[in-house]
């Protein structure tokens, strides 16, 4: 059921459905000749879409709309059912009808209100001259023992996801599943989340449903030569996909966007021996501790970013065999990550100069500010006041006015700390959650910041970078002539 109706975010038997239930509730207040045909064509509608949604997979936004029609059914087919059987037809004097068919509307307008809460997520089509293919790796750091757990002999593994430009797929070619490989990692991932934000799984059951406009291990395109490179590190609990839009906007322009999954963090991830890790970073409550083990699992996800590229280094020179193979530019990378991610970015970007640039999502800068960074810095945030928090601001600017290149921090009307993720795309439209801007502006917004910023410092493209910058909210530069 991938098929989505624009606006309404339901799918076409879902349609049916809740129209064949609308239609039940009508047919009592149509004209004698009309309702014996409605009456009889919407139960036939409804139970048909009834079946087809189980055998789809029967969301629970639709069971209100069933049980509305399933209400209003016996009212609707009884006066039919008499007439045939020669006895009058008795049908309920209007004012004791009345209640009846608004509670039923009622009921079945639930339905739609909460599939637009809570949708199957319908992803932008990608701007760029270049299909997306994808897949995903998995590598173990054999010099790194595994800190979050007790054996010894445990070796640091990560999983990676990569959005690459690809070649056009087939007419009719599956998309890729969001949130995992297959539909069952996509629920395990999708119910980890929501425990990881105290909801109840079956409330966002919409999202492991959902498909991208990648393909799994489509052919890589033979046009653009090298493709730059762009790390991702997600947020605290976060996963690899939780910025799929993004990936897929920038892949489609010819970049090719490795994001990871760290191990005993990410809410859940899944092994390609099928285990599923679980997080165990949890805040204690105390502002101290939780500022000492921010930085150190900070450090950790640091760690894991240099290796990741140490790894696509190999992966590009031909080392580990792959179809990328000769076709990424090790000289071109950048370093992202959303909020603890971009603390991460930032922090591998100090530590590995083999990143030519960081994008800070939102992204509070835990551990030491030291050493400097040496490349060029694009933060972007929500509205942020001494108010909301004191320590940010003056933390996130001591840092990029460290920068011995230039830095960027742009502040964006109208986005919360989910904005810069897909959460848009798939939670409810509450400002306070997801910003303000809205689930189309949202993704773009994003991608359009941070893909001026890539264009500008991996490949050199001439133009107006604050200015670009400048037009999509609040921008302050820092100078590295500023901090002297």
């Known amino acids: 059921m991938t098929e989505i109706v624009a606006g309404l975010y339901m799918s076409p038997p879902e349609v049916l459905a809740l129209s064949a239930a609308a239609a039940l509730v009508v047919a009592r207040w149509l004209a004698p000749a009309a309702r014996p045909p409605v009456t009889i064509a919407a139960a036939g509608v409804l139970a048909l879409s009834a079946i087809v949604l189980s055998v789809l997979g029967l969301r629970w936004q639709m069971l209100p709309v069933l049980a509305g029609g399933a209400v ?3 009212f609707a087919l009884s006066p039919l059912l008499r007439s045939r059987t020669g006895r009058p037809a008795w049908r309920a004097r209007w004012w004791l009808a009345l209640p009846g068919s608004v509670a039923c509307a009622g009921l079945i307008a639930t339905g739609p209100g909460a599939a637009w809460a809570f949708p199957v997520p319908v992803f932008p089509e990608p701007s760029g001259g270049f299909p997306v293919g994808t897949r995903v790796a998995q590598w173990t750091d054999p010099r790194r023992p595994e800190s979050f757990t007790a054996d010894p002999h445990d070796r ?16 009719g070619t599956r998309r890729a599943q969001y949130l995992g490989r297959t539909e069952d990692e996509a629920r395990t991932v999708s119910d980890a989340l929501a425990r990881q934000v105290g909801l109840p799984g079956f409330l966002v059951d919409g999202v492991p449903r959902a498909h991208t406009h990648a393909v799994f291990n ?3 395109s033979d046009r653009g030569g090298r493709f730059p490179v762009v790390l991702f590190s997600p947020g605290s609990g976060g996963v690899r996909t939780q910025n799929t839009a993004w990936a897929e906007e ?6 090719v966007v490795a994001a990871l999954d760290h191990p005993y963090d990410s809410a859940a991830v899944v092994l390609t021996d099928g285990r599923a890790i679980r997080t165990r970073t949890a805040s204690t409550g105390d502002r101290d501790k939780d500022t000492a083990l921010s930085a150190g699992w900070t450090a950790v996800r640091a760690a894991d970013l240099s290796f990741v590229l140490t790894q696509l280094d190999r992966l590009g020179g031909g080392e580990i065999a792959d179809p990328l193979t000769g076709r990424l530019d090790a000289g071109r990378v950048a370093v992202t990550g959303h909020s603890m991610g971009g603390a991460a970015a930032l922090r591998a970007a100090r530590q590995d100069h083999r990143f ?13 500010l030291s050493p ?5 810095t694009l933060a972007l945030t929500q509205a942020i006041t001494p108010g909301t928090d004191p320590r940010y601001l003056p933390r996130l600017t001591a840092a990029l006015k460290l920068n011995t290149l230039t830095s960027y921090r742009l502040t964006i009307p109208g986005a919360a700390h989910l904005t810069f993720t897909d959460g848009p795309l798939y939670l409810p439209p509450v400002p306070s959650i997801v910003g303000s801007l809205g689930r189309t502006e949202s993704p773009r917004v994003v991608a359009a910041t941070t893909l001026a910023f890539l264009d500008s410092t991996l490949r050199h493209t001439p133009g107006d970078l604050a200015g670009v910058l400048s037009s999509y909210g609040n921008l302050s530069v820092h100078h590295p002539d500023d901090s002297r």
């Open 156 to 171: 640091r593994t990560v999983v990676v996801q990569l959005w690459y430009p690809a070649r056009k797929s087939p007419a």
């Open 356 to 368: 030519d640039a960081v994008i800070d999502l939102d992204g509070y800068p835990h551990g030491p």
């Open 218 to 220: 489509a052919p890589v």
């Open 372 to 376: 400097s960074l040496h490349q060029p």
């Open 72 to 74: 209003a059914l016996p």
């Open 250 to 255: 920038l892949a489609s322009h010819g970049y």
